[in-house]
């Protein structure tokens, strides 16, 4: 869906979110539209927003709140629903949206939390505990966790990319201080079996790989002949360390990334994957190498078989994506040094490469309706103002004329990618946030919404953060037709997190650990629910009891 309006008029946001500057658009191409979701209704009241009255009227028992305080770390976002890890109580808090209200339930949980982490799917919680050797699932829907017993104490834990795996190693730095590990060991969690199973996590000992882990990660499901294939590859100074868990077992390997006649050793800084048959394709950048190496490991023979060669890319690059399917396969890279941008064939070598009006070295990638390539590229860190749209898929026919330039109102801080649009921030307290519409190639900048902090789609409206010294704003701009509010509290938050099918929560340290203003419907006219976890903690108390 395109808006006619984005670049039109004056945003009259309550409170200051106000006047907003346009940038003349480029010709209309055929971008990334979008799609039809639902606008959220507005005249869902919040009620009250004493805790007391939210979990059904009378008074906080002060003495059961501070007996059971202190436990409630900072909440996370899973699955719609806020989780706080309550020590003191042994137990997981959640926070659901219930119609206009706050249902308030809990999970059990009688270990620490030392690593948390949010799984692939976005659906569970997954945390650890070190020294007693655990690893949970927390599952707000469900209501419940699920447990299994772990063979070694490590230290950080890596979710795989669809939620049904994760790995768990040893950090270079990492080790328990009371603890004798080995850095070259992984373990592979099905996170689809239960703990019953006896077989689950696998761990396997990568001997050879003489330097600590600096980062783990899982590939995709590998399908070859004789059944499914997880590839687990760890990277350090000057190799790369895989182990491969199939039906059969768990085979290791480690690969020297020292190029010929060189001896410094590659550490890679960003990784991108892809499986082809029953291979699996890394390509990594490393900021002391001016190529691509690329890593083939084939996992369907009797043994792990590998091959590395090395793309030329262009000088220091700092981003690389990977576009296209089969032998229409390409690598692009932004290289700094020589501002530039790079079109890599992995089968031949090949390249085209493209000098770029402006400086850039990241990469966000989307796809128009046609379903063609295209990449936003931006100077992180506030460095520059100016953007440039390539569709990739053009590059190597069209080289330049592939490449789109636009400039912001302010240097760009961060893009984030939204439903349909990308979010950007700025370092600036009266232009926080502009939005670029790819569809029409415009951007809207927005004045008012303070030094922004978070930015959330939710249906129809965008949701801002703001911070003015110790005071939070949150703003919403309907983006049919820019219309806006906002609302400042105080004290603010330091997080914006995503609440239920409609609003948002911002959070922030409060009495008990954690305190929480929650927008239920997303309607800011009226009143948030106001929790704070040394008295959300006496209320569930409370509810105990009776």
Same mark, same amino acid.
């Given at each position: 869906?395109?808006?006619?309006?984005?670049?039109?008029?004056?945003?009259?946001?309550?409170?200051?979110?106000?006047?907003?500057?346009?940038?003349?658009?480029?010709?209309?191409?055929?971008?990334?539209?979008?799609?039809?979701?639902?606008?959220?209704?507005?005249?869902?009241?919040?009620?009250?927003?004493?805790?007391?009255?939210?979990?059904?009227?009378?008074?906080?028992?002060?003495?059961?709140?501070?007996? !059971?305080?202190?436990?409630?770390?900072?909440?996370?976002?899973?699955?719609?629903?806020?989780?706080?890890?309550?020590?003191?109580?042994?137990?997981?808090?959640?926070?659901?949206?219930?119609?206009?209200?706050?249902?308030?339930?809990?999970?059990?949980?009688?270990?620490?939390?030392?690593?948390?982490?949010?799984?692939?799917?976005?659906? !569970?919680?997954?945390?650890?505990?070190?020294?007693?050797?655990?690893?949970?699932?927390?599952?707000?829907?469900?209501?419940?966790?699920?447990?299994?017993?772990?063979?070694?104490?490590?230290?950080?834990?890596?979710?795989?990319?669809?939620?049904?795996?994760?790995?768990?190693?040893?950090?270079?730095?990492?080790?328990?201080?009371?603890?004798?590990?080995?850095?070259?060991?992984?373990?592979?969690?099905?996170?689809?079996?239960?703990?019953?199973?006896?077989?689950?996590?696998?761990?396997?000992?990568?001997?050879?790989?003489?330097?600590?882990?600096?980062?783990?990660?899982?590939?995709? =499901?590998?399908?070859?002949?004789?059944?499914?294939?997880?590839?687990?590859?760890?990277?350090?100074?000057?190799?790369?360390?895989?182990?491969?868990?199939?039906?059969?077992?768990?085979?290791?390997?480690?690969?020297?990334? =020292?190029?010929?006649?060189?001896?410094?050793?590659?550490?890679?800084?960003?990784?991108?994957?892809?499986?082809?048959? $029953?291979? #699996?394709?890394?390509?990594?950048?490393?900021?002391?190498?001016?190529?691509?190496?690329?890593?083939?490991? $084939?996992?369907?023979?009797?043994?792990?078989?590998?091959?590395?060669?090395?793309?030329?890319?262009?000088?220091?690059?700092?981003? #690389?994506?990977?576009?296209?399917?089969?032998?229409?396969?390409?690598?692009?890279?932004?290289?700094? $040094?020589?501002?530039?941008? $790079?079109?890599?064939?992995?089968?031949?070598?090949?390249?085209?490469?493209?000098?770029?009006?402006?400086?850039?070295? !990241?990469?966000?990638?989307?796809?128009?309706?046609?379903?063609?390539?295209?990449?936003?590229?931006?100077?992180?860190?506030?460095?520059?103002?100016?953007?440039?749209?390539?569709?990739?898929?053009?590059?190597?026919?069209?080289?330049?004329?592939?490449?789109?330039?636009?400039?912001?109102?302010?240097?760009?801080?961060?893009?984030?990618?939204?439903?349909?649009?990308?979010?950007? !921030?700025?370092?600036?307290?009266?232009?926080? @946030?502009?939005?670029?519409?790819?569809?029409?190639?415009?951007?809207?900048?927005?004045?008012? =919404?303070?030094? @922004?902090?978070?930015?959330?789609?939710?249906?129809?409206?965008?949701?801002?953060?703001?911070?003015?010294?110790?005071?939070?704003?949150?703003?919403?701009?309907?983006?049919?037709?820019?219309?806006?509010?906002?609302?400042?509290?105080?004290?603010?938050?330091?997080?914006?997190?995503?609440?239920?099918?409609?609003?948002?929560?911002?959070?922030?340290?409060?009495?008990?650990?954690?305190?929480?203003?929650?927008?239920?419907?997303?309607?800011?006219?009226?009143?948030?629910?106001?929790?704070?976890?040394?008295?959300?903690?006496?209320?569930?108390?409370?509810?105990?009891?009776?």
């Amino acid at each position: 869906m395109s808006h006619p309006h984005l670049n039109s008029g004056f945003v009259g946001l309550s409170e200051a979110v106000g006047q907003f500057k346009t940038v003349r658009p480029l010709p209309r191409r055929h971008l990334l539209a979008r799609g039809g979701a639902s606008s959220v209704s507005r005249r869902l009241l919040l009620g009250t927003a004493l805790v007391s009255l939210v979990f059904g009227g009378g008074c906080v028992d002060q003495d059961a709140a501070f007996r !059971r305080a202190g436990g409630n770390a900072a909440p996370q976002e899973v699955g719609g629903s806020i989780i706080a890890h309550d020590s003191a109580g042994q137990r997981f808090v959640v926070l659901s949206a219930a119609g206009e209200g706050v249902k308030p339930t809990f999970v059990p949980w009688a270990h620490k939390a030392e690593r948390t982490s949010l799984a692939g799917d976005g659906k !569970r919680l997954l945390v650890m505990d070190q020294a007693d050797r655990v690893l949970g699932a927390i599952d707000p829907a469900a209501g419940k966790a699920e447990t299994w017993a772990l063979p070694s104490e490590f230290t950080t834990l890596t979710p795989g990319p669809d939620g049904q795996f994760a790995v768990m190693w040893h950090a270079d730095g990492g080790a328990l201080a009371t603890s004798l590990v080995n850095p070259s060991e992984v373990g592979l969690i099905d996170l689809t079996k239960p703990a019953a199973d006896k077989d689950n996590p696998r761990v396997a000992t990568i001997t050879g790989l003489s330097r600590p882990p600096k980062r783990v990660q899982i590939s995709p =499901t590998i399908a070859a002949g004789d059944g499914s294939h997880r590839v687990v590859w760890v990277e350090s100074v000057s190799m790369i360390g895989l182990a491969d868990f199939g039906p059969g077992g768990v085979r290791t390997l480690v690969v020297p990334l =020292t190029p010929p006649e060189s001896e410094v050793g590659i550490l890679p800084t960003k990784t991108v994957v892809s499986v082809q048959g $029953a291979t #699996l394709h890394l390509y990594l950048i490393a900021s002391n190498s001016n190529d691509v190496v690329h890593l083939s490991v $084939a996992v369907g023979g009797d043994k792990l078989s590998t091959s590395i060669d090395q793309l030329a890319s262009g000088k220091v690059p700092t981003d #690389l994506i990977l576009f296209g399917e089969g032998d229409k396969q390409r690598i692009a890279t932004l290289n700094q $040094a020589s501002k530039e941008i $790079a079109v890599l064939d992995p089968s031949t070598g090949a390249g085209t490469y493209v000098t770029l009006a402006h400086s850039a070295n !990241r990469f966000v990638t989307f796809k128009d309706e046609q379903q063609a390539p295209w990449a936003l590229l931006w100077a992180e860190g506030g460095a520059s103002p100016w953007l440039q749209l390539v569709a990739l898929d053009r590059v190597e026919k069209k080289k330049g004329k592939a490449v789109d330039v636009l400039k912001a109102e302010l240097a760009v801080r961060e893009v984030i990618r939204l439903d349909g649009y990308f979010g950007l !921030r700025h370092n600036s307290t009266v232009t926080g @946030v502009s939005l670029l519409q790819p569809s029409t190639t415009k951007l809207t900048s927005f004045a008012g =919404t303070g030094l @922004v902090r978070g930015l959330r789609m939710r249906g129809d409206s965008l949701f801002i953060h703001g911070q003015f010294g110790a005071t939070s704003r949150v703003s919403r701009i309907e983006l049919s037709d820019l219309h806006g509010s906002s609302v400042a509290m105080s004290p603010g938050g330091d997080k914006m997190l995503e609440f239920g099918d409609a609003g948002v929560a911002i959070t922030g340290q409060g009495l008990g650990g954690f305190r929480a203003a929650i927008f239920v419907s997303g309607d800011l006219t009226t009143k948030p629910i106001w929790l704070e976890g040394l008295f959300l903690t006496g209320l569930l108390d409370r509810k105990e009891d009776n």
